[in-house]
């Protein structure tokens, strides 16, 4: 494979990952509930989970961070519902160590049918890191 080959194929899976398709959560609608994507590791101690919180068709996106060094995070968090990004919020200081810092965004009132999830990025010393989802979830 060239080197060309090979970057097109990492830029492709980078966007991919960049944007999960919606729809991978629960296989039916959901009206209440927290849901967690997978908890990832950033800078070599710092973690973050992003959640999503459903109470009838609102959704809440929840942020969270734990760091175990030095460093300083600011942490993003917003709502993607049917691909629009709604319901952003930034969060400075995320300096907690257990059992960690929160960031949420507020209720976003979506109406029931549609995909949602939240999605959370860090800023550490300055740095953008990557993303962190959580499950895609079908509001009904």
Same mark, same amino acid.
């Given at each position: 494979?060239?080197?060309?080959?090979?970057?097109?194929?990492?830029?492709?899976?980078?966007?991919?990952?960049?944007?999960?398709?919606?729809? /991978?959560?629960?296989?039916?609608?959901?009206?209440? !509930?927290? $849901?967690? !994507?997978? /908890?990832?590791?950033?800078?070599?101690?710092?973690?973050?989970?992003?959640? %999503?919180?459903?109470? !009838?068709?609102?959704?809440?996106?929840?942020?969270?961070?734990?760091?175990?060094?030095?460093?300083?995070? /600011?942490?993003? %968090?917003? %709502?993607?519902?049917?691909?629009?990004?709604?319901?952003?919020?930034?969060? $400075? !200081?995320?300096?907690?160590?257990?059992?960690?810092?929160?960031?949420?965004?507020?209720?976003?009132?979506?109406?029931?049918?549609? $995909?949602?999830?939240?999605?959370?990025?860090?800023?550490?010393?300055?740095?953008?890191?990557?993303?962190?989802?959580?499950?895609?979830?079908?509001?009904?």
């Amino acid at each position: 494979m060239t080197t060309r080959r090979t970057l097109a194929a990492a830029a492709l899976a980078a966007s991919t990952l960049a944007t999960l398709a919606l729809g /991978t959560g629960s296989a039916h609608a959901v009206t209440s !509930g927290i $849901y967690c !994507g997978a /908890t990832q590791q950033f800078a070599g101690d710092v973690y973050a989970q992003a959640c %999503v919180s459903v109470s !009838g068709t609102s959704v809440f996106p929840l942020l969270h961070v734990t760091n175990h060094g030095n460093h300083a995070i /600011t942490g993003v %968090v917003w %709502v993607n519902h049917l691909g629009s990004y709604e319901d952003y919020n930034t969060c $400075y !200081g995320m300096t907690a160590s257990d059992p960690g810092s929160w960031c949420n965004a507020g209720w976003d009132p979506i109406g029931a049918g549609g $995909y949602a999830q939240a999605q959370g990025q860090l800023v550490i010393d300055g740095s953008w890191s990557g993303k962190v989802f959580s499950p895609s979830e079908y509001i009904g």
